[in-house]
């Protein structure tokens, strides 16, 4: 696996990734939200005939081996994310993986998409699998040139990230690149806070913007891709966290 954290774009984000307060609050738990976005992304990988994917987790935070598990199969996987801390959580769960101690969220997740998928493993070989599936990590920015070639990849997905980038600008830079880096007939899923400011954690609230399902649509076909699925999910989980939002946006979109 190449892993390249070192590269010119600063780690001062939010410390909430640095301090690991993002997973303790978002992944230690499953809860409904997570399980809705693991079934879409689920759903969205079987669109796909039988063969190894290409996959692309695009803003990947420290949660790439986390939203792996959902995807069914034997696959290429690479991520990025601007913050340098994130790709090193990412190493380091998946050297945890590999030596046998397994996140008790990741394990939860792991047990959930083998109910879904009906596989017949147990969570822990499932995760050291998906752990040997990850081909690179990067550090890079959403809003500029992601360090692929283009028509590279079967299937981008990106959970929680695009909405977190200061302005439509960069928002429609990214989905322009989804657009360049997907093969003909690649998909993306795209999960995104619906119709909210900022999400907390922490106690300190981060600054999103504000997605409807329309502007959605109209963005992502104003980048040459085509809507497939839109889904307003109301989230169940505020009952075991503050999380600044009410729904989600499960999408999908096809090059």
Known sequence: MSVNDSAEVPDDRNDVFASGAYWREYYAS????????????LETARSFSAGRLKILDAGCGPTLLYWAVFVPGDNEIHGFDISASNIRDNRKRMDDVRRGLFDPGLVEAACYAIQSM?????????????AEQVASLSVA???RRWPYASEKFDLV???????ALPDWTSFDAALREVGRILRPGGRLALVNGSQGTGWICD???????FITPEDLIRRIESSGMRVL?????????????TQGYSKILLTSATK
């Open 30 to 41: 499953l809860g409904h939200e997570n399980r809705e976005v693991g079934e879409f992304l």
């Open 229 to 241: 699925s839109v889904c307003e999910v109301e989230s169940a989980d505020t009952d075991w966290r």
């Open 157 to 163: 997905q990106s959970c929680f990230a695009l909405e």
């Open 203 to 209: 106690k300190h609230m981060i600054p999103t913007l």
């Open 141 to 143: 920015d959403l809003s």
């Open 118 to 130: 009906s596989a017949g493993t147990t969570p822990e070989n499932h995760l050291a699998a998906k």
